[in-house]
């Protein structure tokens, strides 16, 4: 089992939609969760960063954290199709070394 | 400055060639990695360097070798390389304390003939 579960997708939307994206894992020491935005050929972005349960909001995007399900989720609202990249969940229990899912790609169509 | 760049964008190199891949910050972070990631791959961590001192080889192969000259660089020597070694290569950077957060350069892009 991997230590952390991310669907490849892809994951298709229409413009406007609401896209949750979920990864799962299995280390009940990780306390550090990370989102990635990465387009083709590009380096990754850093787009949330919450530390142990609960919520975070940046504009259209929310993180969600639920340690006791090992279950955290990234909620799009309004969706763009400048939001078609692959998102890539990462975590770490503190310290250097992250781990990431394999990413999901999304689709948004005009 | 909240940039991390690396320069060649792009590499083209032979197996007997010897290059070398550049990075640089100036946000005053003291952690630097290199990673390694191949198509529809997460990236894998390959090398960390923490004030400067490497503190985590993730078992590379000695063909690749890291080199941090100062706090805003980081280079990664390449020598004898094999076509399976063809990859992504990304820079990253975070503050030495909230190491969590690490901000990736662009990548440079390597083909190994």
């Known amino acids: 089992q991997k230590e952390v579960e991310q669907d490849p997708g892809p994951l298709s939307v229409p413009e406007g939609a609401i896209v949750s994206l979920n990864c799962t894992y299995s280390n009940s020491a990780f306390q550090y969760f990370m989102w990635y935005r990465q387009y083709s050929r590009k380096g990754p972005e850093l787009l949330m960063y919450?530390?142990?349960?609960g919520n975070k909001e940046d504009g259209r995007f929310t993180a969600q954290v639920d340690k006791s399900s090992k279950y955290i989720s990234l909620f799009i609202r309004d969706s763009q199709p400048s939001d078609s990249a692959t998102y890539l969940c990462?975590?770490?229990?503190?310290?250097?070394?992250?781990?990431f899912g394999t990413g999901t790609r999304l689709l948004v169509s005009p | 400055d909240t940039e991390v760049t690396q320069t060649p964008k792009h590499l083209v190199m032979g197996m007997t060639n010897k290059k070398s891949l550049k990075c640089e910050q100036h946000m005053g972070h003291r952690a630097m990695y290199w990673y390694k990631q191949k198509a529809k791959k997460p990236p894998e961590l390959m090398f960390v360097?923490?004030?400067?001192?490497?503190?985590i080889n993730e078992s590379v192969p000695s063909r690749f070798s890291p080199e941090c000259p100062n706090s805003s660089l980081l280079n990664l020597h390449l020598h004898a390389l094999q076509p399976e070694d063809s990859a992504l290569y990304l820079c990253?950077?975070?503050?030495?304390?909230?190491?969590?957060?690490?901000?990736f350069g662009p990548g440079t892009r390597l083909t190994v003939l």
């Open positions: 990253a950077s975070s503050q030495a304390v909230r190491e969590n957060e690490q901000f």
């Open positions: 919450t530390y142990s349960s």
């Open positions: 360097y923490s004030y400067e001192k490497l503190s």
């Open positions: 990462a975590m770490n229990t503190g310290f250097q070394k992250l781990v």
